[in-house]
């Protein structure tokens, strides 16, 4: 069982920054693929990031939604999850959720199977 909890949301203008966390409890088994995902009202849900477990490589993956504009990273040990956006837009605007699933997999499947587990989110509003 793994339970997540999203901060770090709140409202920013265009070309600002905001820095997500994600807080992890995952007891003793550390060993996670973690993402961030958004979801924009009457949108589907769609993959930020991804970053696999140490064990199985630590590869990161950046979705082309926010390529280039965002940051994934973790510290195990605070069991933390962070996602640090940059030159933020209108269209970024929605509710971004951390995730754990075993394994990395595609955003795609992950995201419509709901696979793993899923903290409750938090909102990102982003003004022009």
């Known amino acids: 069982q793994v339970q997540l909890v999203e901060s770090g949301g709140g409202s920013v203008q265009a070309g600002g920054s905001l820095k997500l966390s994600c807080k992890a409890s995952?007891?003793?088994?550390?060993?996670?693929?973690l993402g961030w995902f958004r979801q924009a009202p009457g949108k589907e849900l769609e993959g930020v990031a991804s970053?696999?477990?140490?064990?199985?490589?630590?590869?990161?993956i950046y979705e082309d939604s926010m390529k280039g504009r965002v940051i994934i990273s973790k510290d195990i040990g605070k069991e933390m999850l962070y996602l640090q956006m940059n030159g933020l837009k209108p269209e970024d605007s929605a509710m971004y959720y951390c995730?754990?699933?075993?394994?990395?997999?595609?955003?795609?499947?992950?995201?419509?199977?709901?696979?793993?587990?899923w903290g409750q989110g938090t909102r990102v509003t982003v003004s022009s």
């Open positions: 995730a754990a699933v075993s394994f990395c997999v595609s955003s795609a499947t992950w995201a419509k199977r709901r696979l793993g587990y």
């Open positions: 995952w007891g003793a088994d550390n060993e996670w693929c």
């Open positions: 970053i696999e477990s140490d064990q199985n490589g630590g590869k990161i």
